[in-house]
């Protein structure tokens, strides 16, 4: 069969069914055009990787890998797919560490999931000291997987606790914590109900994770740090309220993503109330 025709017979959109046939012929989807035929072997396993898809199954979870940025990481059942709005904050975290502390800065990645953030940073930017923290024993190994080779040290911890012997010494905290309302759960698509509950959900207003990160973020950091923490896109102005209600931020704002969507918080932690007073 050519491969034009095993693509179409999926009934797919062919973006996706192209790169599951990549993946059945274990070749990169650049290579795909210089296939020339398709076995009946592989054209069945094609049409059963179709047929799962057709059910609601991410299309990540069925080639078992995702691209995010300049990286790609291993994803499956028990690990947050990686989506493409949190490239940009990945990129604002980038032109903070450029503009600021560079190959000397102390990162943390919280709720850092397959380690897709992780991953890009120390990728684009290698040289500062990386740690990125995550709850879920079964988002571990692929945690674990993913940062081999990096640089980046991952550590199994709650958020609200973790990396204590760092405190007030971070440059920089970046976070995609889980932020979807409870209330909405009805509402959402098959495909997204695949990724953990903990990595989706969070209370019944989608702020209970954030709230821990104003906390956390406020003792990691050093004064002057900074911290990013993407949000839902109804949490344009309730995010941003999180941190100025804390106390201890500066230079609060919120971004947008490509779509015009709300979509993360930035803020910087304020100078110690007595830096700069002179000791009697
Ligand atoms: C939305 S996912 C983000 C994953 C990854 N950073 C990304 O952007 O693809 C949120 C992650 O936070 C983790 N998580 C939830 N509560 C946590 C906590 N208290 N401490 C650390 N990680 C937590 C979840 O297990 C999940 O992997």
Redesign the pocket.
């Known amino acids: 069969m050519r491969p034009s025709a095993a693509i179409r017979a999926t009934g797919l959109p062919a973006h996706e069914a192209r790169q599951l046939l990549a993946h059945v012929l274990g070749v990169d989807l650049r290579s795909l055009p210089l296939v020339p035929r398709v076995s009946d072997a592989d054209a069945a396993a094609l049409a059963a990787l179709a047929a799962r898809r057709r059910t609601g199954e991410p299309l990540q979870h069925l080639t078992g890998r ?1 691209f ?1 940025r300049t990286v790609e ?1 291993e994803v499956g059942p028990g ?5 493409p709005e ?1 490239e940009l ?1 990945a990129g604002w975290a980038l032109d903070v560490l450029r503009a600021g502390p560079g190959a000397s800065a102390v990162v943390v ?10 991953r890009a940073l120390a990728t684009e930017l290698p040289g500062p000291e990386y740690h990125a ?4 024993g ?2 571990w190994p692929y ?1 674990v997987r993913n940062l081999a080779g990096t640089g980046v040290r991952p550590v199994l ?4 606790q ?1 990396l204590p012997e760092l405190d007030g010494r971070v440059d920089l905290v970046v ?5 979807v309302p409870e209330s909405v759960r009805d509402t959402l698509p098959a495909d997204v109900l695949h ?2 509950d ?3 959900f ?1 209370g019944s207003d989608g702020l209970a ?1 954030l709230r ?1 990160v104003v906390a956390a973020s406020a003792r990691l950091l050093r004064p002057g740090g900074w911290v990013g923490a ?1 949000h839902d896109d109804t949490h344009g102005a309730t995010a941003p309220a999180l941190f100025a209600a804390h106390g201890g931020f500066t230079d609060i704002a919120d971004h947008r993503d490509l779509l015009g969507r709300d979509r993360f918080v930035v803020a910087r932690r304020a100078p110690r109330p007595d830096a700069g007073r002179m000791t009697p």
């Open positions: 995702a995010f990481v690990v947050f797919v990686p989506r949190t904050l990645e919280l709720c850092a999931g397959s380690g897709a953030i992780s923290v995550e709850l879920s079964e988002a945690l911890a709650d958020m609200a973790a976070v995609n914590p889980p932020y990724d953990p903990l990595a989706l969070a994770a821990v993407e």
